[in-house]
């Protein structure tokens, strides 16, 4: 092989390793540039997992507290609802005193009317009219009675409103828990 043929073949297989070798060093400068990218990524990570871990541990340990509040309120959660219970029943049998006044003050309507009629023919009538005076007097008695046991019963509400505004406002002082 004449000189000049192995003086271009030396500077041929040079010049391809010498791009081999600068092809190689690209290759690993980026993968070294990924891999960076990729560690610091796991670094920020790591540094996000470490505050969540410590926020949870801090709420973890603040969960006794919570649980022994909830504990000590039960009683006055209990108690509220037995006083809104009897609130209940109370505004019921209210309801039904209501329902009864009602229908006495119906019944009494009959007899006023016919009190009025009378009262116009007072001169022959006046004899007449003693029935329903005397149903009218009865009528009254009767809604009278139903009146007194009306305040009675609104009297009982009274104080039980009021209980149930006490334990609520107690309620309300508790901390809240959950979301």
Known sequence: MPEADRYRLSWAITLAFTIAVLTGLLIVTRDLGITSDTFADGVMQARTLDTTTDGALDGAHQLPAATEAARQGLPEVVGIIDSLTRA???LATLGDQLAI???TLTSAD???VGTIAAARDAGGQAGAAADPLGAITVTLNE???NAQTLGQKLDETL??????D???RIALLLPKIGN
Not at 159 to 164: A, D, K, P, Y
């Open 143 to 145: 809604a009278n009675a």
């Open 166 to 168: 006490q334990k609520l």
């Open 159 to 164: 104080v039980l409103s009021q209980m149930i």
């Open 101 to 103: 006044l009602g229908v």
């Open 110 to 112: 009959a007899p006023l």
């Open 88 to 90: 209940d029943q109370t």
